[in-house]
């Protein structure tokens, strides 16, 4: 061994170099690739681009799974219908101790309830119950940008799926928890008048 000649050092796998470049989808090393494709999986890079492609093969890039904050706006629209649902009780249960007697329908009619604690409830549960149509146009508009985002890159796909799949799911459950409630409680006969 000479101590100064040019001997590369072996790196070891997933440590980056200046040269290091690896598949965003298959994350197969393309430092020696003489195309811009990946001879993998096929998917194009530019060499001159870091976003195109990885500089370590592991670690966090842009994982398919994870979920975008418009993701996370989808399925939290789902949170005001659920409040809606938990405010119609509640406010029931509030008017019933402040009363000191189980309200049934239309005494009292719900509009002439004077406490100030169950004006309050009325109040939360009627914007709420306002605001529920508005909550899930927006989740349906955001899950169509979701959509054309995973038409558009492989990396979406997954999120998009996971996100679909949750918001069909909450639907269903508020969906059956309001009919639940409508045809069964009595919090639901007083206040729905």
């Not at 049934?104 to 109040?123: E, H």
């Not at 529920?132 to 558009?152: D, E, I, K, N, Y």
């Amino acid at each position: 061994m000479n101590v100064g000649s040019d001997q590369q050092t072996p790196k070891t796998h997933g440590q980056a170099s200046e040269r290091a470049r690896f598949c965003l989808k298959c994350r197969y090393d393309l430092k020696d690739s003489t195309t811009n494709r990946c001879v993998e999986c096929g998917r194009t890079f530019d060499p001159g681009d870091d976003s195109t492609f990885r500089r370590k093969a592991t670690g966090p890039h842009v994982r398919p799974g994870n979920l975008s904050r418009l993701d996370w706006t989808a399925i939290s629209c789902f949170s005001i219908p659920y409040l809606m649902l938990a405010f119609m009780q509640f406010t029931w249960l509030v008017v019933w101790f402040e009363l000191g007697r189980q309200p049934i329908y239309n005494n009292p009619d719900p509009k002439q309830v004077t406490g100030v604690m169950s004006r309050a409830c009325l109040f939360a549960f009627e914007t709420l119950a306002w605001l529920t149509l508005p909550s899930l146009g927006l989740c349906v508009v955001v899950l169509l940008v979701q959509m054309v985002r995973a038409f558009t890159r492989y990396e979406r796909v997954k999120p998009f799926v996971i996100t679909l799949f949750t918001c069909i799911m909450l639907f269903i459950g508020s969906y059956v928890l309001l009919s639940l409630s409508v045809q069964f409680t009595k919090a639901s006969e007083w206040i729905l008048d």
